[in-house]
Every structure is written in structure tokens, then in C-alpha cells.
């Protein structure tokens, strides 16, 4: 036997076994499947029949933010519930007072293609970044207007579709390059990298417990990661197309999803599945952004056909359509005190709901 037969061999021996292993590990994963079914003794949307049906949601718009001179990709609320922060592709990030709708800040972005920003939970920063890879951070503690970054983390090889802060001095971000990364802002490093994906991340949302985050990228899966293990523990699959936003339920045991598919979705942590799906038979557009309320009984999904559509996140039913902006709403966030939604646009706007 000639050392070309060995080869050849070898190749086809590994072939098999690869093959066998496949066949295996989709057979447990038919295994945990079943047992997951026979512990299923009921669904959210039985158990939620015997709730009370909510009234129709008239929330009007209270506020209009106008300054922005193009497309807005993102807004973040502050933690103080009065201020919040604004992106657009007209390359200024906007400091604003909701209340007053005045302008505290125009800063100028280095690169105006920005997707996303964030309030840090201080007060005292905001960050921003998009198509130049970079999260860069300005800080807002001067009077004046920032001209140039305090920080410039760089090192994703993609570009930057969400970042949130856990603290001054540490931030996540999720990018292109299908991971996210856990940075230390004083000295502008890397602490972890998470990487499980096998697409673009798209969004992060911190949970009530700091230590637990979740991601939802273009591979249609939501991954919840714990930074103390730097592990993803969880993922969750059911979404047809791109996952664009996820953020968490309030009490940190679910997390509901928005995707290209034209369905919001909440998953149970807990549960280790779906609980619940969010769509209606006239709504083919694809989700944006997701915010719950504060007692999580609604979720607000921004949507491609420049609605906001309110969904009962227990029964499952469309309790309203918010409409007032002219183009696709592009972010929207709901308030720390749970007071009032902002929706931001395409059509350059941001509006304050209550």
C-alpha cells in the first residue's frame, strides 16, 4: 500500500467520522428537543387567556426633537430619564433634554456613518460608532461641547452595530465581525472577547444583572453570554431571517427579538425557549428596535413601514400603532421610570410618547 492509498484512506476515514458525529449530534439535539417538549405542560398564550384584555394604547406625541439634518440610526435614553442621546448620518451626535427639547450637546463624529450610541450610566459619557470599526467615547463633563473623542477603542475588523456601557470605565460592543467585546475605556484594551456567532452581531442589551448580556446577530440567533465565564450559555433559534434588535424583559429572565422576518419574539431564559411570537397578517416589514415597558407587559417594536407597533407581550395581540413619523423608525427606547417612549426616524425626527 502506497503512501498516496494511506492518504486517501485517512481522508475518507475522517469524512465518515465527521459525517457519523453530525448524525449524532443531531440526534441528541432531537433528544433535548423531545425532553424539553414532554417538561412543556402548557403555553404562554393558554395560561395568558385568563388575563385581562388591555384597552387600546393612545399614547400621543408629546415632545418633537428637531435638529437632526439626516437619517437618525439610534437614540439611548440616560439614566437620569430627562436626557438622551441621538445618532445620525448628518455626523453630529445630539445631547438632548426631552423635557425642554433643548440641544445640550452637537458633538462632531470623525465618521458621520454611525449606527449606534450610548448613554453612559453617569451621565458623564456617551459613545458612538458605525462604519469606521471604532467606538469612540466623548465626555460630557465640560460645558462645552466636545470636539474630539476622550477614548477611541479600535479593533474590530467589522463595523460597529451597537454598543452599551456597564459602567464609566467599561463598555460592550457588537459588530460586523461577528463577535462582541467587553473593553476597558481607561485604557483604551480589550478585556474579553465573545465570540460564538456565526454573523453579524447586530445588538446587545445588558441585563439587570450586570454580569449577563445578550446579542442577536444575522445568523438568526440570540446568544446570551456571562462575562464572569466569558461564555455564551444560552442561544436561541426560531427567527427566519436576521435578529436586528434584542433587548431584555425587565426582570432580566427573558429577552424579546426583533427581526427581518416581520416578527418581534420573546424567549424564556428560564424556559430555554420561545414563549411567545408578535406578529399580525398585515405586517410583512422587518423590526428594527425593540423596548418593553417598564412592567414588560408591552413591547414596542419600530418597524420598516414607519410604524410603531405595540404588542401585549402576554396574550400576544397588537395593542396599538403608533404613527406620526414619514420614513422607517430607525431606534426607539423607553425611559428608566418607564415614563415615556422615544422613537427615532429616517425622516430625521425623534418623538417622545406618552
Known amino acids: 500500500m502506497n503512501k498516496d492509498d494511506k492518504m486517501s484512506l485517512n481522508t475518507t476515514d475522517i469524512a465518515e467520522r465527521a459525517a457519523a458525529a453530525r448524525r449524532e449530534a443531531e440526534q441528541l439535539k432531537e433528544k433535548i428537543k423531545q425532553r424539553k417538549e414532554s417538561l412543556s405542560d402548557t403555553t404562554l398564550y393558554q395560561v395568558a387567556q385568563k388575563v385581562e384584555k388591555i384597552p387600546r394604547i393612545t399614547m400621543k406625541v408629546r415632545r418633537t426633537l428637531k435638529g437632526h439634518l439626516a437619517k437618525i440610526y439610534a437614540m439611548h435614553w440616560a439614566a437620569d430619564k430627562r436626557h438622551l442621546v441621538s445618532a445620525s448620518q448628518d455626523g453630529k451626535l445630539l445631547v438632548w433634554d426631552a423635557y425642554s427639547t433643548h440641544k445640550l450637546y452637537a458633538i462632531p463624529l470623525r465618521s458621520s456613518w454611525v449606527m449606534t450610541c450610548a448613554y453612559s450610566p453617569s451621565g458623564h459619557y456617551v459613545a458612538s460608532g458605525g462604519l469606521d470599526n471604532i467606538c469612540s467615547i466623548y465626555s460630557l463633563r465640560s460645558r462645552e461641547s466636545p470636539t474630539k473623542p476622550a477614548r477611541?477603542?479600535?479593533?474590530?475588523?467589522?463595523y460597529l452595530s451597537c454598543c452599551r456601557f456597564l459602567s464609566d470605565s467599561q463598555i460592550l460592543t457588537s459588530s460586523g465581525d461577528t463577535t462582541c467585546v467587553l473593553w476597558d475605556v481607561d485604557a483604551g484594551v480589550k478585556l474579553d472577547e465573545?465570540?460564538?456567532?456565526?454573523?453579524?452581531?447586530?445588538?446587545?442589551?445588558?441585563?439587570?444583572?450586570?454580569?449577563?448580556?445578550?446579542s442577536g446577530a444575522c445568523d438568526a440567533t440570540a446568544k446570551i453570554w456571562d462575562i464572569r465565564s466569558k461564555k455564551?450559555?444560552?442561544?436561541?433559534?426560531?427567527?427566519?431571517?436576521?435578529?436586528?434588535?434584542?433587548?431584555?424583559?425587565?426582570?432580566?429572565?427573558?429577552?424579546g427579538t426583533g427581526s427581518d422576518d416581520a416578527s418581534c419574539r420573546l424567549f424564556d431564559l428560564r424556559a430555554d425557549r420561545e414563549l411567545n411570537m408578535y406578529t399580525h397578517e398585515q405586517v410583512f416589514s422587518g423590526i428594527t428596535s425593540v423596548a418593553f415597558s417598564i412592567s414588560g407587559r408591552l413591547l414596542f417594536g419600530g418597524y420598516d413601514d414607519y410604524h410603531c407597533h405595540v404588542w401585549d407581550t402576554l396574550r400576544g395581540e397588537r395593542v396599538g400603532v403608533l404613527s406620526a413619523h414619514e420614513n422607517r423608525v430607525s431606534c426607539l427606547g423607553v425611559s428608566t421610570d418607564g415614563m415615556a417612549l422615544c422613537t427615532?426616524?429616517?425622516?430625521?425626527?425623534?418623538?417622545?410618547?406618552?
Open 152 to 158: 477611541e477603542l479600535s479593533g474590530h475588523t467589522g
Open 194 to 214: 465573545f465570540t460564538d456567532h456565526t454573523g453579524d452581531v447586530m445588538s446587545l442589551s445588558v441585563s439587570s444583572n450586570p454580569s449577563i448580556f445578550v
Open 232 to 255: 455564551c450559555v444560552q442561544s436561541f433559534s426560531g427567527h427566519e431571517s436576521d435578529i436586528n434588535a434584542v433587548q431584555f424583559f425587565p426582570n432580566g429572565n427573558a429577552i
Open 344 to 354: 427615532g426616524s429616517w425622516d430625521n425626527l425623534l418623538k417622545v410618547w406618552a
